[in-house]
Each structure stands twice: as structure tokens, then as C-alpha cells.
């Protein structure tokens, strides 16, 4: 069956560091990679995705890869900030606009 | 730009009774996705509509859920009758459509506690 998942519940990191999330699937072919964040109380919000036939994208301070021999994406908050703090989601994008979400990872930053 | 407004933000309901969701999508956007979120847990798509036609309900518990997007723009979403485990936050998202940016705009999201 079809499946992704966010290798960890809760990730805590230090301000200043790089915080790097997993996102793994299993019997999906994304067109796309996307990842959002979600605050408390409030809806997801888009920040980036990646083609399947990109290796790597960068935003600012976000990075994300894309391996899809592995069916596996890493995100990559660098100099991370408490501001950072939230649960981040990863989502597939198939064919027809179809999004479905792992479970998330929630960050948090301390100072 | 107006974003995705749903309505209510939230609802308290005994189990058996029916609750309606309503959402109005970003103008333009002709897809909409019904999402339920349960505490701790990623969004999980119930119903995918492409202007006024069901692109996917697979994981909608057709026996107490409905949805319906009649003019393609609004959509409202129904449970009848409730049960405890449909405890979560209902979210409404839409995106432009397979041609166009893929990334979906959410709501607020409408938090239903069934008691």
C-alpha cells in the first residue's frame, strides 16, 4: 500500500544549527516533492517543492533534495532561528493535482 | 489576493447529530481539496474536486460524508450523523489546477469536537 513517512515525530535543535528533516515513500511515482509548514491553530503553508527530475533545491535559508532511487526527500533548515519552530509536512504531487501528506515532523528551536 | 476562507472556525456537536463545513476557494483556483486533520497527524485528504467534478473521494466514509461543489467555486462539506472519531480540524485548500503552480493554499481549517 501507499505510504509516506516523516522519520521523526519531534526533532529539537539548538539556534544556529542545521535542522534536517527525512521524508521516505513507498509505492508512489510524485511528479513532485513539496513541503509546507504548519504553525498551531493555522493551515499548512506551501514553502518550496522539487521536480522529480531535480536533485536539489534551494529557497533562502531551505534546502531540499530529492532522491528518487532512495523514495526519499531530506529538508534542510541552515542557521536555523526559534522563529523556525513548527511541525513541517512533506507532500506528493501526482497526476492529476492530487496532494496527500506524511505525518509531519515538529520542530523545535532553542535559543 | 483573498485567501481560502472557511466557515465556522469551529463547532461543538453531540455524536449522531449533522454539521455542515463551508468553504470559498481563492478565485481562479479550480481545484479544491477537503482535508481532515486529527490531532498530531498530517492532513488527510478526503475529497478532490476539479471544477464541479469529483476527481477523487476514495478515502470519504460515504456512509455519514458528503461534499459538493455545485457552481464550481464554493464547497461545503457534511457529516450526518457524527461520531466521536470525527473529533478533528476540517480543512479546505485549492489550487490553480493540474496545468498551473502545484502548491495548495489552505484555510483556517474549521475544528469540529464531537461530544
Known amino acids: 500500500s501507499q505510504k509516506i513517512e516523516q522519520n521523526s515525530e519531534a526533532l529539537n535543535i539548538q539556534e544556529g544549527k542545521t535542522a534536517t528533516l527525512t521524508c521516505n515513500y513507498t509505492n508512489y511515482s510524485p511528479a513532485y516533492l513539496q513541503w509546507y509548514r504548519q504553525d498551531p491553530g493555522r493551515g499548512p503553508v506551501f514553502l518550496l517543492l522539487i521536480r522529480e527530475n531535480e536533485k536539489e533545491k534551494r529557497k533562502e535559508r531551505l534546502k531540499v533534495t530529492f532522491d528518487t532511487t532512495l523514495k526519499q526527500s531530506l529538508f534542510h533548515i541552515t542557521a536555523s532561528q526559534p522563529a523556525d519552530s513548527a511541525t513541517y509536512l512533506c507532500?506528493?504531487?501526482?497526476?492529476?493535482?492530487?496532494?496527500?501528506f506524511g505525518s509531519g515532523t515538529r520542530l523545535s528551536i532553542r535559543p | 489576493e483573498a485567501g481560502v476562507a472557511q466557515s465556522p472556525r469551529y463547532k461543538i456537536i453531540e455524536k449522531r447529530q449533522s454539521v455542515a463545513f463551508w468553504c470559498n476557494p481563492i478565485s481562479g483556483h479550480a481545484t479544491l481539496y477537503w482535508y481532515q486533520q486529527i490531532l498530531g497527524q498530517g492532513p488527510k485528504l478526503l475529497i478532490q474536486f476539479q471544477n464541479n467534478g469529483v476527481v477523487d473521494d476514495s478515502q470519504l466514509p460515504k456512509d455519514r460524508f458528503s461534499a459538493e461543489r455545485l457552481k464550481g467555486v464554493d464547497s461545503t462539506l457534511k457529516i450526518q450523523p457524527a461520531k466521536l472519531e470525527d473529533s478533528a480540524v476540517y480543512l479546505c485548500?485549492?489550487?490553480?489546477?493540474?496545468?498551473?503552480?502545484?502548491?495548495?493554499?489552505f484555510g483556517q481549517g474549521t475544528r469540529l469536537t464531537v461530544v
Open positions: 485548500a485549492s489550487s490553480v489546477g493540474p496545468l498551473g503552480p502545484t502548491e495548495a493554499f
Open positions: 507532500a506528493l504531487y501526482s497526476s492529476a493535482s492530487k496532494i496527500i
